[in-house]
């Protein structure tokens, strides 16, 4: 029972973890769009770019720390 257990967390760390690099990759792209529409067109206004970058980074923080959680809760299985 706990070595299954052990592998859906282990596979679900390494599922997420994908998801985590990618979302950091998604979020480094619509950092580098908005400087460049800045950077071309400044506005007054702040845009959808600045909100979706904070939306993503979030995410990816909460994503980060289940991925910490979980691996205690593998650490504790393996014990």
């Known amino acids: 029972m706990k070595q299954q257990e052990a592998k859906i967390i282990e596979e ?3 599922d997420f973890g994908r998801f985590l690099v990618t979302l950091l990759m998604l979020s480094a792209f619509f950092y580098l769009g908005m400087i460049i529409n800045y950077y071309l067109e400044p506005m007054n206004r702040g845009g959808l770019l600045p909100a979706i970058l904070v939306v993503t980074v979030a995410s990816a923080g909460w994503i980060a ?3 910490k959680k979980w691996q205690r809760q593998l650490n504790s299985l393996m014990e």
């Open 12 to 14: 679900r760390i390494e």
């Open 65 to 67: 720390v289940l991925l």
